[in-house]
């Protein structure tokens, strides 16, 4: 899920494009609908602006769609942009080593901190792992045991081949030298 992004960056404003008079930032509540669940769902949010004391022209400012996206993510429970940066950043690792751990890719943490995206509910739990040592523990033993699986499983295949062509002293062997 991704929200529009086509608001103005805050700049300096020295006046007004259309007529020169002076500029003001204002904010204002706004409501946007987002899917979810149970059909439509509406949220509010702040969205700040920027207009013309005379002529009332307006810029509507980038933080307007960031205050957007982040209540969308507290209204569908999973983490914001700021959450998951603060959680990347108390890893003892690099961000490739946290993206390996969680088996995630780095352009999906990429779009995640920068608003692109919202992380799907099974990517959420998984970020919310990564933030408590003791998870970080669990997972880097379940990736490990993901590890191990997948080298038995070669190993699996050349036993198998073994004893399906007869070479049983050789199977068992390569059982024992796998302690299996
Ligand atoms: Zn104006």
């Known amino acids: 899920m991704s929200v529009a992004r086509k608001h103005q960056e805050r700049r300096e404003f020295k006046g007004c494009p259309d007529c020169g008079k002076s500029l003001e930032v204002q904010t204002r509540k ?5 899917g979810g669940a149970n059909g439509v769902n509406v949220v509010s949010f702040i969205e700040p602006y920027v207009v013309c004391s005379a002529c009332e022209m307006e810029f509507i400012l980038i933080e307007g769609a960031d205050n957007q996206h982040d209540a969308v993510c507290r209204a569908l429970g999973r983490l914001t942009a700021v959450d998951i940066l603060r ?4 890893f003892n ?4 080593e ?3 751990l969680i088996g995630v890719g780095e352009a ?3 779009r995640w901190i920068r608003r692109a995206a919202i992380q799907d509910d099974s990517n959420d739990r998984l970020l919310r792992l990564a933030s408590i040592p003791s998870g970080v523990h669990e997972l ?3 990736k490990h045991q993901a590890e191990l ?3 038995l499983g070669d190993v699996g295949i050349v036993l198998r081949a073994n004893w399906k062509h007869g070479d049983r002293e050789r199977a068992e062997s ?3 030298r796998f302690a299996l």
């Open 30 to 34: 706004q409501t946007t609908d987002f």
């Open 87 to 90: 959680v990347v950043r108390s």
């Open 93 to 96: 690792g690099t961000r490739e």
């Open 98 to 100: 946290f993206c390996n």
């Open 108 to 110: 999906s943490l990429r």
């Open 140 to 142: 880097r033993k379940v």
């Open 149 to 151: 699986d997948m080298a």
């Open 174 to 176: 390569q059982m024992k």
